[in-house]
């Protein structure tokens, strides 16, 4: 899975007509970040993300990526490409991270992608990629979630901004028109300072629109976005029920037992509110702490599955609980994850995955992106 800012390095890539393949499609920690390749130029570039543009750190971020890049193309017959992500890329950082590989890997070819627009990358064929114009006045200060559009709180703040158009039985969230940061930051519950920088972040990317009241344009690169940043699960473990003849009254009762704890996710969340559209599938139960004790005795009525044994349910611990427990709604004295959550979560699960999120999209997503700009 790439982040949002590989996502951003590739889409550049692309426009300048190179063939990007991203190489971590398999489970395997041992694969370059992408294989480039433009006519005669072929390249496996070996990216990192550096937290803050500090000379010390990305130079010895920069040399890992070297390092795994020359190892990787000796493997793959191709060039080796060394990128470093940073917020902002004053000339001090372009010249000391040159220096550092002109000194000790002139034969690898190294770029700098600044999230505040400017580019630096040198070897063959990768000068146009190269963009150092002045940082535009309005784009503000460097922003440290700059990266990462879709944290816990942000995605919250999304599915906020997106309530008015979403059926109440589908989300949980406050349902207005905002004219200010101070307002949404009221509404959602959320830190000015954090609505500040999610709005900066919004308005640096495209997604922001102008007008008296904020709203979210350019969905449908928005959503494909967010949902490539969903990609990634958190721990999750099988578990069955002590009396299992009645495995939906079981679930029904663990569910209300612990309703402030946990909520129902993905295709069992979707049949919640009438947007089913698998069965057979384990039912997803979020919950915010997934284990307090190696053999989850925490839980009443459930036990860890053993070998061989069929679960009952599945507990997932989310990524973003705030966003998934805060837009959870309630349906039979049962919460349930709200569409979006469902729509992000169901795209990429191995079970009839795809066929969920085509109903969701159908249902409502589709509507969602609509004319946005």
């Known amino acids: 899975m790439m982040t949002a800012a590989e996502l951003s390095l590739a889409r ?11 190489q971590r499609t398999a489970p395997n920690a041992y694969l370059p970040t992408l294989r480039i390749r433009k006519g005669l130029y072929s390249y ?4 990192k993300t ?8 990305v130079v010895a971020l920069l040399a890992q990526a070297i390092l795994q890049a020359k190892t990787y193309a000796a493997n793959e017959g191709a060039n080796a490409l060394a990128v470093i992500l940073v917020n902002e890329l004053p000339d001090t950082l372009i010249k000391r991270a040159s220096d550092f590989r002109g000194q000790f890997a002139p034969d690898v070819a190294f770029g700098l992608f600044g999230v505040d627009g400017r580019r630096y990358f040198d070897g063959d064929g990768l000068a146009d990629l190269t963009s150092l114009h002045e940082r535009p006045a309005s784009a503000g200060p ?8 879709f944290s816990d709180l942000n995605q919250w703040m999304l599915k906020v901004l997106l309530a008015p158009e979403i059926p109440v039985a589908m989300l949980a969230a406050p349902r207005k028109q905002y004219r200010s940061g101070t307002e949404l930051a009221e509404a959602a519950q959320v830190s000015p300072m954090s609505v500040s920088r ?3 972040t919004l308005r640096r990317d495209g997604f922001l629109g102008s007008g008296k009241t904020l709203r979210l344009v350019r969905r449908e690169a928005l959503f ?9 699960v958190g721990p999750e473990q099988p578990f069955t029920y002590f009396v299992t003849d009645a495995d ?5 009762k663990f569910m209300k037992r612990y309703h402030r704890e946990a909520c129902m996710g993905l295709f069992a969340a979707a049949d919640a509110y009438g947007l089913g559209h698998v069965s057979g599938v384990t039912p997803y139960v979020y919950v915010r702490k997934l284990a307090n004790s190696v053999d989850g005795d925490q839980w009443k009525g459930i036990r860890p599955t053993r070998e061989g044994e069929k679960p009952s349910l599945i507990l997932r611990q989310p990524l973003s609980p705030e966003s998934v427990f805060r837009g959870a709604v309630t349906h039979d004295h049962v919460p349930a994850a709200d569409a979006i959550q469902v729509w992000l979560d169901v795209s990429s699960h191995p079970a009839r995955g795809r066929e969920q999120a085509g109903l969701i999209e159908e249902k409502l997503i589709n509507k969602l992106i609509g004319d946005s700009g």
């Open 248 to 252: 939906e009254g079981q679930r029904l």
């Open 198 to 200: 999610f709005l900066g």
């Open 142 to 149: 460097s922003l440290p979630q700059a990266f990462n559009l």
């Open 44 to 47: 496996v570039a070996e990216v």
């Open 224 to 232: 494909d976005r967010w949902k490539a940043s969903a990609l990634r």
């Open 50 to 57: 550096a937290s803050e543009a500090r000379s010390d750190r």
């Open 12 to 22: 550049v890539l692309a426009e300048s007509q190179w063939t990007v393949v991203d």
